[in-house]
Nanobody, 123 residues
Framework: QVQLVESGGGLVQAGGSLRLSCTAS????????MGWFRQAPGKEHEVIAG????????KYADSVKGRFTISRDNAKNTLYLQMNSLKAEDTAVYSC????????????????WGQGTQVTVSS
């Protein structure tokens, strides 16, 4: 049974930083591409970052490029998202997701995501 548990969300002022974590079990984390997506109220979910199993490739949505950094620690089965220069429009529930990586693109695997952690950025 796949379990992905996110933590690290909270309330932060615009311009501030947060670091999200996602601990995985029930999957072979060390050989799985992973990523983060977010969903704001009334909006479609947005995939914002992906990383290969080795960490040698990462990709970001334009909306977060240069501000967010995805990383992983395979020894701890943990995925991270460092979020800097936060904006009010970054307010959303953030979830980690198992990805399929093919031809340089990341594809979220249906059903393989966590419950998410709320990030609220006050302006």
């Amino acid at each position: 049974q796949v379990q992905l548990v996110e933590s690290g969300g909270g309330l932060v002022q615009a311009g501030g930083s947060l670091r999200l974590s996602c601990t995985a079990s029930g999957i072979t984390f060390g050989t799985s591409a992973m990523g983060w997506f977010r969903q704001a109220p009334g909006k479609e979910h947005e995939v914002i970052a992906g990383i290969t199993w080795s960490g040698d490739n990462t990709k970001y949505a334009d909306s977060v490029k240069g501000r967010f950094t995805i990383s992983r620690d395979n020894a701890k089965n943990t995925l991270y998202l460092q979020m800097n220069s936060l904006k009010a429009e970054d307010t959303a529930v953030y979830s980690c997701v198992v990805m399929d990586f093919a031809n340089g693109e990341y594809y979220p695997r249906a059903g393989y995501w966590g419950q998410g952690t709320q990030v609220t950025v006050s302006s």
